[in-house]
């Protein structure tokens, strides 16, 4: 069975201030990881992926994630936060890789920045 | 562009009617999926398609089925519409994750805008 954990509901933070989103995952075996990110009103846009290649990931918007294995983690990361990245952002995993991959997707994070 | 493409952004319909969501992709992928969401739930898996007439139910298929005749489209029904399947559902396709290019960002789920559904 696979699951994704992303404690708390919501994570305010200044403009300019690092962004710091949380996801822990569970897999029996080795997982695809992924971020996405919804503004409002949209559907979900691919932030990065993590596919078993480099354990750092870079992505759009200036956000990127670190896959460690040993902490079963996948946090996602930005150095400076933007208004432009208020959204609610979601951690997502994915054990297979043939015909039936199904994504298991967290409760979600909303992102607020602060002037 | 290459899109998924979710019929209505917004409906409203009465109790025990019999719904249908339409998705359609472009992208010629092999899966695709119906998820919901729901605040504080994030997303749930209804049920998901990995080839034509194939179907899986996923975590919460109960008071929906779903047609997928055609590759690139992918119906959600909703055969007797209750009050607690107003929600926002989501459509979304991929490919088989092996046959990828390593060209980021093609690849993953790619997710429809959305329908917005309210039952009265």
């Known amino acids: 069975a696979q699951s994704v954990t992303q404690l708390g509901s919501h994570v305010s933070v200044s403009e300019g201030a690092l962004v710091l989103l949380r996801c822990n995952y569970s897999s029996s075996v080795p997982p695809y990881l992924f971020w996405y990110v919804q503004y409002p009103n949209q559907g979900l846009q691919l932030l990065l992926k993590y596919t078993s290649a480099a354990t750092l990931v870079k992505g759009i918007n200036g956000f990127e994630a670190e896959f460690k294995k040993s902490e079963t983690s996948f946090h996602l990361t930005k150095p400076s936060a933007h208004m432009r990245d208020a959204a609610e952002y979601f951690c997502a995993v994915t054990q297979s890789t043939g015909a039936n991959s199904k994504l298991t997707f967290g409760k979600g994070i909303t992102l607020s920045v602060r002037p | 562009d290459v899109k998924v493409t979710q019929s209505s952004r917004y409906l409203v319909k009465r109790t025990g009617e019999k719904v249908f969501l339409e998705c359609v992709q472009d992208?010629?992928?092999?899966?695709m999926f119906w998820y919901r969401q729901d605040p504080g739930l994030g997303l749930r898996l209804i049920y998901f398609s990995y080839d034509v007439k194939m179907k899986e139910k996923g975590d919460i298929p109960e008071g929906y089925s779903v047609s997928r005749e055609k590759k690139e489209r992918f119906s959600l029904i909703l055969e007797s519409a209750s009050t607690n399947q107003t929600s926002m559902y989501l459509c979304?396709?991929?490919?088989?994750?092996?046959?990828?290019?390593?060209?980021?960002?093609?690849?993953?789920?790619?997710f429809g805008s959305g329908t917005r559904l309210t039952v009265v």
């Open positions: 979304a396709s991929s490919s088989l994750i092996g046959q990828e290019t390593v060209v980021w960002p093609r690849g993953g789920y790619t």
């Open positions: 992208m010629d992928h092999e899966n």
